[in-house]
Every structure is written in C-alpha cells, then in structure tokens.
C-alpha cells in the first residue's frame, strides 16, 4: 500500500428548488475536488508497487479465499468489529492486488486476475450483509468512515493538516458582515466574479480568498431560512469556476499542489461542517417553517455523510469531528421534526444510514 501524503491512494419552478440545486452542486464540486485529490495521490503512487506479503498469485487467490470462508461464517458484526475487520480487508486487498497486477503485467498467471475479481465481488457482497447484521445510526456512518479511511494514520498528512489549523482557527474570529440576505448573496457575487477576474496567483492570494469566501459563506448561513427562494446559480457557477482556479495556478507553479490540496480540503471540510450546525441550530430555534425549507434542510443536513469522503475525514479537526458526532445524535429527532413540516410521516430516513454504508463497502 502506498503510504504518505502523496503517495495513497436555471429558473425555478418551485419554491426552494434554487437552494437544494445549489447544495447539491456544492456536493458535486467537493466530490469534483476529491477527484483532483485522487488523481494527483494515485499519479505518485507509481513506485514501490511490489510492495505485497504474497510470493505468487496462487498465494494470494488462496489468502482471499480463505478470507471469503471467514466473513461467510460470520452471523453478525458490531459497529467497531466491522470496522477492524473492513481495515483488515483493505490491507489484505491491496497485498492481493500488487501480487495479481504484477504477475499480469509479466503475462504470468494472468488467469488469477479474473479469480481475484469473483472472489472480490464476493466479499464485497458479504460486507454489505454483515453492514446490515446490526441497527445502524448516523453516527456509526461517521465512525466507520473515519477509522477505515486509509489517510487515518499517515503521518505526512497529519503534520500538514497541523500547520494549516492554525489559519482556518482564525477564521471564527472575523466578524459576519451585517446585511440583509439579498444583500449578502450580492457582495457573494460580486466577491466570487473579482477573484476570477483577478486570479489566484499566490498562497497569500490563496488565503485571502478562502478568509473572504469564509466570511461571506458564514454570513450567508446567518440567513439560511430566508434564501429558500433565492437564484443562486451565480454563486454555484462562480465558486466552481475559482475551484478551478485554484488548482489551474497549482499547476502553473504560482504556489504548491500541496497547499492547494490540504487548503482546500480544510476549507470544504469547514463549509459543510458549518453548514450542519447551522441547519440543527436553525430547526432548534424553530426557524424552518415551510415545505420548501424544510425539504432544504433535509438535504443539507445529509450532506456530511455523502461529500465527505476518505481524505476530507482525515483532514478534519478534532473540534469538526465533534460537531459532526454531534449533530449525528440528534439526526433522528431533526429528521422527525423536518417530516411533520413536510406534512409526512415517512420514516424511510431510518434505513439512511444502512444505505451509506453500502455504498462505502461497494467503493472498496
């Protein structure tokens, strides 16, 4: 396994309509960025691939198995045994792999391969029965995302992320900006158009727009409830656009890939994190009134467990972790909450966090 920081792997046609499309292009974008993190770690991972505990391809159909019999005879697993045994799975995996995609690249046991893959679709299927094995909560999605994240203990990572948390720790003591909610979407606007036109063109440069994006984004939150109906498609469109920018100057060697990556992770870390405490501090203070905020609501107040991938858990602070814990606690009493607005009394919420962790056992 490669190990170290770069070396591992409109118009509106209803009311709220705007707000849940420019939330889930904020997921995609955060998603869009993760690819960006992806492809640049996995493109160093070229050297030190054989790097495996098996000897032969048949060693290591045999190993994964063998491994296969032993998740089969399992009836059921907790929250934290599951956890080890995905770990366990991972490193396994890997080792497998190495060995396969070695000796296919020699042309030697390549009949392997096609094993490997039944045999790993296999236990990719018993995972997701083993997930299922036990009630599942918000909070275990989170956990488990957490402690199977391969970043989790690389150090490299760790001591970048610690030089960055002092600069995004500044970041709360900046003031909100004290005006209306058409106001600030306008400044927003106007703030998001100037960067592009400016560029991004240092790390200084680097900092001073995601100070002023912060600020802006918390004082937009101020105002979650009433921008339900608000066109947003500007700022989507021009927060993807200096997205963009950010990463075409790395590559132009005006500051370093690093910086835009740990940056810029921290800085999607902290919107979606604001943005739940915002939304659970809303529906407390009694703010959600309608259908449209309420569906709104719903939808933000998910998107931890869907935009937060891997890294974006490894880069997280230990304050972040323990809002998110916490906002997960009181997901079932808010999800409650948000249906009677919405005028139903649909449950299927309760098999969320089941359905989340199926797609991250799919995605090993």
């Known amino acids: ?89 991972q490193a396994l995996r890997d080792s497998v792999f190495v060995r396969i995609a070695k000796d296919t690249a020699d042309h030697i046991h390549a009949k392997y391969e096609t094993t490997i893959q039944m045999l790993h679709d296999s236990l990719q299927t018993e995972f997701m029965r083993l997930a299922n094995s036990t009630p599942k909560t918000f909070k275990d999605v989170l956990l488990i995302k957490e402690r199977t994240s391969p970043y989790r203990q690389d150090a490299e990572l760790a001591q970048a992320v610690a030089t960055a948390e002092p600069f995004f720790d500044s970041l709360d003591s900046i003031p909100l900006y004290r005006k209306t909610a058409k106001n600030i979407v306008s400044v927003y606007k106007t703030f998001l158009a100037q960067t592009l036109k400016s560029g991004i063109n240092s790390k200084d440069e680097l900092l001073d727009f995601i100070r002023e994006e912060d600020r802006l984004f918390r004082s937009f939150l101020a105002h979650l409830p009433e921008l339900a109906d608000a066109d947003l498609s500007a700022i989507t469109g021009g927060t993807e656009q200096c997205c963009l920018s950010v990463f075409q100057s790395a590559e132009d060697g005006k500051f370093s890939y690093r910086d835009a990556l740990i940056y810029f992770a921290k800085r999607t870390d902290r919107r979606i994190v604001l943005n739940a405490l915002a939304c659970r501090n809303d529906i407390h203070q009694d703010k959600v009134k309608t259908d449209a905020q309420a569906r709104a609501y719903v939808w933000m107040l998910l998107q931890p467990y869907i935009a937060l991938d891997d890294f974006s858990m490894a880069v997280l602070s230990d304050m972040e972790r323990v809002s998110l814990h916490g906002v997960a606690e009181q997901m079932p009493s808010m999800m409650t909450r948000l249906n009677k607005i919405i005028g139903t009394g649909n449950d299927q919420w309760e098999t969320l966090p089941e359905l989340f962790i199926k797609v991250m056992v799919t995605s090993i």
């Open 1 to 89: 396994m490669c190990k170290g920081l770069f070396k591992v792997k409109s118009e509106r046609k209803n009311k709220g309509t705007d707000l849940i499309s420019y939330l889930k292009k904020q997921s995609v974008l955060a998603k869009g960025i993760a690819v960006c993190f992806a492809i640049f770690i996995l493109a160093s991972c070229g050297k030190n691939t054989d790097d495996s505990m098996f000897q032969t391809s048949e060693s290591a159909v045999n190993a994964y198995r063998t491994y296969l019999s032993d998740m089969r005879s399992m009836e059921t697993l907790s929250t934290e045994h599951l956890i080890e045994a995905v770990n366990d799975w």
